[in-house]
Every structure is written in C-alpha cells, then in structure tokens.
C-alpha cells in the first residue's frame, strides 16, 4: 500500500473508531460524572495536568530532538479510547466509569489538545514555525472526533439493540485498526525507524508506565474503589495512539511522520504492559469482589 493511499486511510480509520466508540455512550455516561467524584478529578487533573508535566519532564531527560518531543507531547494530550474500555472490561475494570472517563476526556481533549501541541510545537521547534493546530486545523479536529461520536450516540439511541450487538466488534476492529496505522507509519519512514525507535523507547515505556501507576494509586489513595481504580488506571495509561498518529502524519494537520513515531511506538508497548498489569491488578478483585458485582458492568459489552 503506497504511502499516499495510507495517509487517506488514517482520517477515515480514526473516524471508524470515533463512530464505535459513541455507540457505547448515552447522556447516562455524562450525567454518571457526578456519581464517581474522586475518581473523576484524579482522572481529569491527571489529563490535563499531571501527565503533559510528567512527558516534559521526559522530554527533557531523554533529550529527544525536536520533532520527537512534540511526539510525545502530542501523546500526552491525547485522551483514552477503546481500548482502555475494552482492557478495563477483560481485567474487572468498573466498565460504566470508564466509558464516562472516555467521554468526558474525549470532549476535554478537543480544547486542551490544540494548546499543548502549540505550545510544544514554539518551545521545541520554534515560534516561527509553520506546524501546529491553527484554528482551521483545530476545527479538522473536532469533525474527525465530535461528528462520528455524535452519530454513533444517536444510532445507539435509535436503535439501542443493534448498537449494542455491534459494541464488541467494533472495539476489536478498533485494536486491529491501530496496527495497521502503525503498520503503515513505519512503512513510511522506513529504515530509519529503527533509530527512532532506539532513540525513544525507554522514554514512551516509562511514560506508559508511569500513567497507567498514576491512574491507579491516585484513586486509591483517596480510598477509591478497586474496580473504580482500575478503570482510572487503563483510561490514563492508554491513550488514542490512533489519535494521535493522525494529527501526527496527517498532510493537512502536523504532517510529521517523525512526530507521529512516539504514539506509534506507544500503540505497540501499551499492548503488553496493559496486559501484565491487568493480570495483575485483577487477581485483587477476584480476591475481594462478590461475583455480581463483577457481572454487573460486564452487559455493556
């Protein structure tokens, strides 16, 4: 697949994600934020706050060159997607909270996204550059992410039952999407993607990991529960790589294949480090949660 058929297919992808994951939310999923109070602060100053400082901080340490630093900057901005659903669901995750996370980070992201690209793009590659999220690629932003969120929302309040039988599939067509992004990135950069990849692995692994402990222990050290915890956990620790490939590489947003790398890079190792500590976390649950308890989200899915 050329290059240029790649980069048609990235929008559309991402669009596809977008239109799955609105068929998992309602209003419900909103109105449910005022119910889960700690676990969505922690979650959200997470987000907004915590996560772009810990990235810089790794940014700098590592001494990533410029355009590998907006990378992960443009990483650190980009909220949960499926596949924190999906693995909060398969490791006893409280699946209802973490579709809230999403939806509400999802919608968040659109504004603070934008400013921490900018502000990444003058501090690392400079003032007078011409990358970065202008107002006309900002509003790209939101079509590629509000418009098949919006339709999927009213498909699901339509036709609730179809929806529903299509939420499964949909999430695994999600994971099998983001490695044919990735697949097509490192297509595109060829040969030199070994040096990148040596030059930013530790930092993207450390980023990952250092998320998904702050998701965690956050909620539970203001005595938030496990499941609840958990959730928090995968919401933080597994960004939309999808996302964030596309702003990355897209020829009418950064269009950057090295920015992109990060999130590419990101997308691979969260697979695993996901799955340990999943296996991890809920062997706690199993050992303390009634089993309706742990059926009782399961049903979304």
């Known amino acids: ?40 602060v922690v979650c959200l100053v997470s987000q907004m706050l915590i996560l772009p400082a810990i990235c ?25 997607g499926s596949t924190a659903s999906l693995y909060s669901h ?23 996204l934008p400013i921490i690209v900018n502000l990444s793009v003058s501090a690392f590659v400079g003032s007078d550059s011409s990358l970065g999220l202008q107002f006309d690629k900002v509003i790209q932003v939101f ?24 939420e499964r599939t949909v999430k695994i067509l999600s994971v099998v999407a983001l490695i044919v992004m990735i697949s097509g990135v490192i ?10 990849l040596g030059e930013i692995i530790l930092a993207v692994l450390a980023f990952n990991l250092i998320s998904m402990a702050i998701g965690y222990f956050g909620p539970r050290l203001l005595k938030v529960g496990e499941r609840e915890s958990i959730a928090s956990a995968f919401e933080i620790g597994l ?9 990355g590489m897209s020829p009418t947003l950064l269009d950057n294949s090295t920015m992109a790398m990060p999130s590419v890079t990101y997308g691979f190792v969260m697979f695993f480090t996901a799955a340990v500590f999943g296996i991890i976390v809920s062997r706690r649950v199993r050992a303390t949660a009634p089993t309706g308890d742990l059926s009782a989200t399961a049903s979304r899915v």
Do not use: C, W
């Open 1 to 40: 697949m050329s290059s240029g058929a790649v980069l048609i297919l990235f929008p559309i992808i991402v669009g596809i994600i977008m239109l799955g994951l609105g068929l998992t939310l309602t209003l419900e999923d909103f109105r449910r934020v005022v119910r889960y109070p700690k676990a969505m």
């Open 56 to 80: 810089l901080g790794l940014v700098v340490a590592f001494n990533l060159r410029p355009e590998l630093a907006v990378g992960m900057m443009l990483l650190a901005a980009s909220p949960g």
């Open 90 to 112: 398969l490791f006893k995750g409280d699946l209802a909270l973490n579709i809230s996370l999403t939806a509400v980070n999802s919608v968040l992201a659109l504004f603070t």
């Open 143 to 166: 079509a590629l992410v509000l418009i098949p969120i919006a339709i999927g929302m009213a498909i699901r309040a339509k036709f609730t039952a179809a929806a529903q039988r299509l």
């Open 187 to 196: 297509a595109g950069i060829g040969a030199e993607v070994f040096d990148i």
């Open 239 to 247: 960004h939309n790589a999808s996302l964030a490939i596309t702003i």
